[in-house]
């Protein structure tokens, strides 16, 4: 093995020689074959001319290092297929390493002759390596060329494309660091995920019991107000009975005395007593009766606070 390096200048105790294919392997080994562009714009455009013509614009092109310029617009002519024949024709872009040639040029490279042609193969090997430009259907009998069947291939890169760099980024090691890094964080992530939905839970938990307990408070209360209540409506009620029982007794025992024996005179007796009846009014006792006129032809009812 040896190490390798060009492109030094040379001094009179140590010349250095350089060839052309030194110069084009460094280019080839950075940059792709293809054509120059501006803002990704080509030149190098191929259009339909007048006739079985096409014409080509000017521009350049690197196809493995080598370079190409085209200063002027050039004109190809499409061979007439035979009868009841068709042909797809490229405009390529040739690169010739033959020691009789050594040059990149632009050709019409004919396809076969056929009912339902192909475009032909381009041509890519050790010595010779194409590009295609454009393709061009040419049908028997046709005084021109129809711009229906004409097809623009400078930006398929499988078959031209535009210049570009090949020093890429080494994504693949980018991806092992990123990898790295990911599986050395992974754990801490999840643990801390782990740690804060157990904070989480115990936090819902701790609000849940107080929560719980106040409820159990507030319910407490309730019930005690409400027993309160009905202690206080029970004794009201039982007084109120006990007054109401009093009266009724009271009351039964008047009437009871009336309706024995003499019924009229029980009654007369008791309407002219000196108010011998009681009622209650706003927590107020009272004691009514009823008196006889001077002239015995009516009762007068009579009323006062006991």
């Not at 084009?24 to 074959?33: D, I, Q, R, T």
């Not at 009681?278 to 006129?293: A, D, H, I, L, Q």
Request: glycine letters at 4%.
């Amino acid at each position: 093995m040896a190490e390798l390096y060009k492109m030094f200048d040379s001094t009179e105790e140590d010349e250095r020689w350089y060839m052309a294919s030194d110069f084009a392997e460094y280019f080839g080994n950075v940059l792709s074959s293809g054509l120059l562009h501006t803002n990704n714009v080509p030149a190098l455009r191929v259009s339909v001319g007048d006739g079985l013509t096409t014409r080509l614009s000017t521009g350049k092109a690197l196809i493995k290092g080598f370079s190409y310029q085209n200063t002027t617009v050039l004109t190809f002519e499409h061979a007439i297929p035979n009868v009841s024949k068709s042909r797809i024709d490229r405009v390529v872009l040739r690169l010739d390493l033959r020691s009789e040639n050594r040059y990149i040029k632009a050709f019409v490279k004919q396809g076969e002759e056929a009912t339902n042609p192909v475009a032909p193969t381009l041509q890519r090997d050790n010595y010779i390596y194409e590009i295609s430009l454009a393709q061009v259907r040419v049908t028997s009998g046709d005084k021109a060329i129809n711009p229906l069947y004409f097809v623009d291939e400078r930006f398929n890169e499988d078959l031209c494309g535009l210049v570009s760099s090949l020093i890429t980024v080494p994504t693949s090691e980018f991806q092992a660091q990123w990898d790295y890094w990911f599986s050395a964080q992974k754990g801490v992530y999840v643990t801390d995920l782990l740690n804060w939905l157990a904070e989480q839970k115990q936090v819902f938990m701790d609000w849940k019991d107080n929560e719980t307990q106040s409820f159990e408070n507030w319910k407490d209360n309730e019930v005690q107000l409400f027993t309160d209540w009905r202690k206080v409506r029970e004794t009201e009620f039982e007084a109120w009975q006990n007054g109401a029982e009093t009266h009724f007794t009271q009351w039964f025992n008047e009437l009871r005395i009336v309706l024995d024996g003499d019924v009229a005179g029980n009654l007369f007796n008791m309407i002219t007593a000196e108010l011998p009846l009681r009622f209650v009014k706003n927590n107020k006792t009272y004691k009514y009766g009823f008196s006889v006129t001077d002239d015995f032809n009516g009762l007068i009812f009579k009323y006062e606070e006991a």
